[in-house]
């Protein structure tokens, strides 16, 4: 085939980056003692470092010491002035981009520095140690052979100070990917980079629709808005029929439990399905083993890692630990410090290790996505595991959720009320909730108390949403596509009082 001595050198190429993967896995804590040390030498002529005497810190204890953990409020007023054109303040190299969180935790917007080396040595390394696992698991693949298509934001690059500009990461990413990289995906890049998002997904099919694609990449819930719009315009029935080639699907950004049974009936079934984690600000974990669960923690992406014991309700349950001290089973809240010059900061999500050799873990929640406005502390790996079995059990199959409480009032205790568009709908929606109830029961203990005889909450309240409730929400309220995610687990009703407005 045309590209076939590509596809083999770069498949060469990749097998033999795969040893330096391995190096990380089995020597997590040199290298990533290392990873740290190299950073605070870095930055210790930057404002930041000269506060926190980075010049005398020959350790992890003087660190931990030095340094207390921060957030985005502690971290703001430096990233404020960086955006006005400051430099040196936290990292020493310029720092140019900023990702655009979704401001899933919270209604505002948070600007995440993101610098080359972030680019290049993190997110851009992530994605050539995915390649290098799975080619070398794949040693016959011809990915390379064809297209890869991209599913990134639709942000536009806003200048603060014409020097500093921000967008969603994967418009970062994509502004910023090589010639070589370029020419290999589809679409191009002023369509991949365009703003409104409907417009942007019919370019995108009208691009891609006669190509080879080989690969795909993207959001599991946006990727399947833009799989049925293929499907809808060529009349196929699976991507079989329009690319025949495809093996590899590249997903993160939510839990793909909710979409597995859509894609694998859409898709060809020799496709590979792969995990990433990949946040705004850093590349965290990728699938180390096809058709297995667990992430494994990419530990010389240049970060360093610390975990703080969590409840699900929020609260820290002690000091922060370094990678070497983690359990297996136990909640984490994970603190991070880049090469971007984010320092001890707490990005908001929770992780669960699997296992320690490598270190393999499964993303939990977010420290402030849960419900506990009865003492139930639910949070939302109990609900995945919930919905599927639920799902599991009568052959249902769900797109979209949300779920929120009804609080108590003098006359009656509270409930939980969820909202759930289905692409399979139940028969019986009273047996759904009858089964979702169950199946809380035996996951969360606390719920199963405040469930007892009606204590403290009622059975769960099931509204089965209208077709695309969620996706006129989300354009409602301007979060059409990119890294933007539906709300699971709210202890406040504002979401699902909107969606509630929306479906009647």
């Known amino acids: 085939m045309l590209y076939n001595p590509i ?70 007023p430096y990233i404020d002035r960086i955006r006005g054109g400051e430099q040196n303040l936290l990292w020493p190299t310029h720092i140019k981009w900023f990702a655009k969180s979704s401001g899933t935790t919270s209604g505002r917007s948070k600007f995440i520095p993101v610098s080359q080396e972030a680019i290049d040595l993190c ?11 799975y080619f070398s698991q794949r040693p016959d693949s011809n990915m390379f052979e064809g297209y890869s298509l991209r599913l990134g934001g639709s942000t536009t690059f806003n200048s603060k100070n014409h020097e500093t500009y921000f967008g969603d990461l994967s418009a970062i990413l994509i502004e910023n990917l090589p010639y070589w990289t370029e020419v290999r995906c589809t679409p191009n890049q002023s369509t991949a980079l365009m703003e409104e998002w409907e417009s942007k997904l019919e370019k995108i099919v009208e691009e891609s629709i006669g190509k080879n694609v080989t690969s795909l990449i993207g959001v599991p819930s946006w990727m399947l808005v833009l799989i049925k719009k293929v499907l809808e315009k060529t009349g196929a029935k699976n991507l079989a029929e329009v690319w025949p080639n495809l093996e590899l699907y590249g997903h993160g950004g939510v839990n793909f439990a909710p979409y597995e049974q859509q894609f694998k009936k859409l898709l060809p079934e020799t496709v590979t399905y792969l995990e990433t984690y990949n946040a705004s600000e850093g590349f965290f974990g990728l699938q180390d083993r096809i058709d297995q669960p667990g992430l494994a923690l990419m530990v010389d992406q240049g970060i360093f890692y610390e975990f703080i014991p969590y409840t699900p309700d929020g609260k820290a349950d002690g000091d922060p630990i370094p990678l070497d001290g983690v359990e297996i089973g ?106 979702l109830d169950q199946e809380l029961k035996k996951i969360n203990s606390d719920y199963e108390a405040k469930r007892h005889k009606n204590l403290a909450l009622q059975p769960p309240i099931i509204h089965r949403a209208k077709s695309q409730l969620f996706y006129q929400w989300l354009k409602k309220n301007g979060k059409l596509g990119g890294q933007h995610k539906i709300p699971r687990l709210s202890n406040q009703r504002k979401h699902i009082d909107e969606l509630l407005e929306l479906n009647k």
């Open 123 to 133: 997110h851009f390394k992530g994605g050539r140690d995915l390649l290098s696992i």
């Open 330 to 435: 136990i909640e984490y809240a994970m603190i991070i410090t880049t090469n971007a010059g984010l320092w001890r900061y707490e990005i908001g999500d929770t992780v669960r290790f699997i296992s320690t050799k490598p270190f393999r873990f499964e993303v939990s929640g977010r420290t402030q996505h849960f419900i506990n406005a009865f003492g139930e502390e639910l949070i939302i790996d109990n609900a995945e595991k919930a919905l599927k079995n639920t799902c599991d059990s009568l052959g249902v199959e769900i797109l979209e959720y949300t779920a929120a409480p009804v609080y108590m009032d003098a006359k009656a205790t509270g409930a939980h009320e969820w909202m759930i568009e289905f692409s399979n709908p139940p028969s019986d929606m009273n047996s759904f909730g009858e089964t």
């Open 7 to 76: 596809n083999k050198l770069i498949v060469w190429v990749m097998n033999r980056r795969f040893a330096s993967v391995k190096y990380g896995f089995s020597h997590p804590k040199e290298v990533q003692e290392r990873t740290l040390l190299k950073m605070i030498k870095t930055a210790q002529r930057t404002e930041w470092g000269k506060l926190h005497d980075f010049s005398n810190i020959a350790a992890y204890s003087d660190f931990a010491r030095k340094v207390p953990v921060q957030n985005y409020q502690t971290l703001k």
